[in-house]
């Protein structure tokens, strides 16, 4: 069981400074997985550019995101004895963060699609919406790390292309 002060050593402060932003550790947990998730989305964001930039295919700047944003985080935890508990932890503590953040990126995803779609870098299938291709990819990789037993890590990128690629084929006029 990690302590407020076992947190505040890695941290390298003292438990009265950790005590001062955070009210417990579960508040230091949740401060911690927001600010991963949000550069992780950025990071994303910024691979998709300049995968669009250097004349990526759409196939190479959704799965390159999808890994980022979901592959990332998993292949950090996973190798850890205590992995599931982990995301045990993530479950009942940043549930709301999980579902706002998801939100968020989302509609950002969405957004995205829109753009390429008005550079004609992509063509959406009759009435499928950008909204609800970002929808499908968000839920397919939440769905891959959710798979037992454990896809090996150096599986997770091929198959986030796989899923993609489907669910792309699926929505895009060829």
């Known amino acids: ?9 890695v941290c390298d402060i003292n438990v009265g400074l950790l005590y001062h932003y955070f009210e417990n550790k579960d508040d230091a947990f949740r401060a911690m997985f927001r600010q ?11 691979a998709a550019h300049s995968l669009r930039e250097t004349g990526g295919d759409v196939l190479d700047i959704f799965t390159t995101m999808i890994d980022i944003r979901y592959g990332d985080t998993w292949r950090l935890i996973q190798p ?23 939100t ?6 969405a957004a995205f ?12 299938k009759g009435d499928y ?3 609800e291709l970002a929808q499908m990819l968000a839920d397919a990789a939440r769905g891959v790390n959710a798979v037992y037993p454990l896809l090996p890590l150096e ?4 198959q986030y292309r796989r899923i993609t690629r489907a669910i792309l084929y699926g929505y895009l006029e060829a």
């Open 1 to 9: 069981v990690v302590t407020v002060r076992d947190i505040a050593l």
């Open 36 to 46: 991963h998730n949000l550069e992780l989305i950025d990071r994303c964001f910024a």
């Open 80 to 102: 850890s004895p205590h992995a599931l508990e982990i995301k045990a932890t993530v479950f009942r503590i940043c549930t709301d963060i999980m579902i706002e953040l998801a």
């Open 104 to 109: 968020a990126f989302q509609a950002d995803l």
């Open 113 to 124: 699609i829109d753009t390429l779609a008005a550079e004609g870098a992509l063509r959406l």
């Open 129 to 131: 919406s950008a909204a």
């Open 155 to 158: 599986h997770l990128t091929l």
